[in-house]
């Protein structure tokens, strides 16, 4: 059983530029968190999607943040018109329950880096 | 209010014991848990603990949990060089699934 899958490893972008980071959950999850990881921090919490659905997304930048984890396909975290400060890890979670409370499982991450 | 603390740093001899706390204010958490992150990868759950239970041990990883006090601790024993990362605690509610993370203790482990 393959684990979170995340995709581009690693992602430079000029300012004003899209980044689109792409999240496989694990076989058999439903359930897909985003998780921003600035240097020398902790991890926080942006938003938890089911299929077609944004369940919470009160961690999300209001402006230039997007996430859809559609029926088919992957989840994409859409960061429009990107800026500095948005250079971080961006890690993408999984799991198979409804409600929150069971064990997330992490992937490798996609590193962000805004030139 | 939302808030988990840590400590940023610990180091420990191989062989010895390393014991990695962490403080959380919200009472109504149900799950509590330690993620390990090594360099440039992403985080490995270790261990978890509902917050019905006060000790957990798994190999030579023991939680322990103080709810009075909302205090959590990591105990590695026998901690190797390969232990050496950062370690994340985390916790969790009934009424959402986001996590909610310490800063981290980076914990370095010397020969």
């Known amino acids: 059983n393959a684990g979170v899958m995340q995709n581009p490893r690693h992602l430079v972008r000029r300012r004003g530029q899209e980044a689109r980071l792409r999240c496989s959950p694990m076989?058999?999850?439903?359930?897909v968190y985003w998780y921003r990881q600035l240097p020398e921090e902790g991890l926080k919490f942006m938003v938890y999607?089911?299929?077609?659905?944004?369940?919470?997304e009160s961690g999300m930048p209001k402006e230039r943040f997007s996430a859809e984890f559609p029926k088919e396909g992957p989840s994409i975290l859409r960061i429009q018109q990107v800026v500095r400060g948005d250079s971080a890890a961006y890690f993408c979670?999984?799991?198979?329950?409804?409600?929150?409370?069971?064990?997330?499982?992490f992937g490798p991450g996609t590193r962000l880096t805004v030139l | 209010g939302e808030d988990v603390e840590q400590s940023l740093f610990l180091s420990v001899r191989e062989g010895d014991s390393s014991v990695i706390n962490c403080t959380y204010t919200?009472?109504?958490?149900?799950?509590l848990y330690w993620y390990k992150q090594e360099p440039g990868a992403g985080l490995q759950l270790l261990t978890y603990?509902?917050?019905?239970?006060d000790m957990k041990q798994d190999q030579r990883l023991t939680v322990l949990l103080n709810k009075k006090d909302k205090h959590l601790s990591l105990r590695i024993a026998d901690t190797q060089t390969g232990d050496s990362a950062i370690y994340f605690c985390?916790?969790?509610?009934?009424?959402?699934?986001?996590?909610?993370f310490g800063q981290g203790t980076e914990l370095s482990v010397k020969p």
């Open positions: 999607l089911q299929k077609e659905n944004i369940i919470d």
């Open positions: 919200d009472s109504s958490s149900t799950y």
């Open positions: 076989k058999g999850h439903s359930h």
């Open positions: 603990i509902f917050s019905n239970m």
């Open positions: 979670a999984s799991s198979p329950l409804k409600q929150g409370g069971d064990t997330q499982y």
């Open positions: 985390a916790e969790t509610y009934n009424q959402g699934g986001k996590l909610i």
